[in-house]
């Protein structure tokens, strides 16, 4: 939050070499309740610096739009959006607004030119298929605001080196604010391509969106930014950035010369690159700002947006994570898996009991088929050893019993019949009766034929 923002700020735009019209537009319009001042290309052939207080009481507003459709339709377009935006900011000369407002007001309104295009090319046949891009900023006293829809870029230089370089351009001092809703541009966030083999890609001016496009509705994005003395805030329509690369930008960006001059230097070596479309540019510099002393400890990340710019080195970074997330994820669920049955007795006796020598097995049969019930341990108190001893002669017949068992009764009659020594079944039973007041919670947990679990 600022208590004062002063800026300077200049625009131009150039039909370039090959065009017979200019189809881009641009305005800049400066709000406060008690008045509004509007100005667009017509009064903005020559290149002049203006000055301009950002206060409580009065905010900026600037906007680019580069038209499509050929002749006249494109700059129909342009015009539309821009007037709308005229309308819109005029009749809502609110100062004081928060950064999710002004976002709101923001894209309603490119959404509102959009509808208003696309009604205009219903009801003239000879404008169907016209459109615009449209890149908007908007500086109040939180800081910069930027919204748009297609090729048209805002860029932000500064005169420090940035702490967080942008990845995409690999350049010390400038950031491209916006992403391109374009083809070849959703290739270079994939990290397919490089922002110049984008420049000068055969598919480069393919849009994702734009306005006036009667079968997609555009998205438009929004980003914010604090602002810093010094910084320069750029907006310009393709006509600039697909002339010039990222670096000749960045280099025309930090001469120390009037803003006036350095918009004409734009748009001379835009043209002196070939010139292949219109030229329109939107420049301004912070010439001095007074911090809110309530907010001067906010970092600057703090008025960045959701929209977030995905980078090829920053693409790697996010498989690694989610690599390590993999492994821990798989550690956690080892772990869990060996605490819970750590906490499970019954599954921990019968893990137990996998272990033991055939004898044991044979002993968990048969207490199991003649209904004896004890606790899980292998303690002598509940299977004395010489019944255990007695019983490893009788292994056959102890299986025959068991695949033999249907019911209770089966289970008794087989016992009945069982050539094991009645000595050793009265010592079981007698062990069985000592334990009468053994916890039910403890029973000897009956054994089911095992399945087989299915794959996840």
């Known amino acids: 939050m600022y208590k004062l923002l002063s800026i300077k700020y200049s625009a131009a735009t150039h039909g370039g070499m090959h065009r017979d019209n200019n189809e881009d537009n641009l305005a800049i319009l400066k709000v406060s309740e008690n008045n509004f001042e509007f100005s667009d290309k017509l009064y903005l052939n020559e290149a002049e610096v203006n000055d301009f207080n950002v206060d409580p009481e009065r905010l ?17 377009a342009s015009e539309i959006a821009i007037k709308i935006f005229q309308d819109s900011i005029s009749e809502n000369k609110k100062a004081s607004i928060s950064n999710n407002d002004m976002g709101n007001f923001l894209r309603n309104t490119i959404l509102l030119a959009h509808d208003k295009i696309c009604e205009v090319s219903r009801d003239d046949p000879s404008k169907t298929g016209m459109g615009t891009t449209i890149v908007v900023a908007s500086i109040n006293l939180n800081g910069l605001c930027v919204a748009w829809s297609g090729d048209s870029r805002a860029y932000l230089w500064s005169p420090k080196p940035l702490k967080n370089r942008d990845q995409r351009l690999g350049l010390n001092q400038m950031e491209l604010l916006t992403s391109d809703h374009s083809l070849v541009w959703e290739q270079v966030e994939s990290g397919d391509i490089s922002p110049e083999e984008a420049r000068v890609h055969h598919l480069s001016h393919i849009i994702n969106q734009n306005l006036g496009s009667i079968d997609t509705k555009p998205r438009p994005d929004i980003v914010f930014r604090k602002l810093n003395k010094g910084e320069r805030i750029l907006l310009c329509s393709d006509g600039l950035n ?50 809110d002393s309530s907010s001067a400890g906010k970092s600057s990340h703090e008025f960045n947006t959701s929209t977030q710019v995905i980078k090829k080195s920053d693409s790697n970074k996010l498989l690694l994570n989610l690599s390590i997330l993999a492994i821990a994820s798989c550690i956690v669920f080892l772990l869990f898996f060996i605490y819970k049955e750590t906490k499970n007795p019954s599954s921990a006796f019968l893990n137990n009991n996998s272990k033991m020598d055939s004898t044991g097995k044979e002993k968990e049969i048969i207490q199991v088929a003649t209904g004896l019930s004890t606790k899980p341990s292998l303690d002598s108190t ?45 010592s079981i039973i007698v062990d069985t009766n000592s334990q009468k007041n053994i916890d039910l919670k403890h029973k000897f947990p009956k054994i089911l034929p095992t399945k087989k679990l299915k794959n996840k």
């Open 242 to 291: 697909s002339m010039l690369t990222e670096a000749q930008i960045e280099k025309t960006l930090s001469l120390h010369l009037p803003l006036s001059e350095i918009v004409n230097q734009f748009i001379f070596q835009a043209n002196d690159a070939g010139g292949f479309d219109n030229i329109s540019i939107i420049l301004l510099e912070v010439m001095d700002v007074e911090e």
């Open 60 to 76: 900026f507003y600037c906007t680019v739009a580069d038209g499509i459709g050929g002749a006249n339709a494109g700059e129909l």
């Open 382 to 426: 509940l299977v004395r050893k010489d019944s255990i001893a007695k019983l490893d002669s009788n292994v056959s017949v102890q299986k025959n019993i068991i695949n033999n068992v249907t019911s209770k009764k089966n289970v008794r009659s087989e016992i009945s019949t069982n050539p094991i020594p009645s000595k050793v079944i009265d």
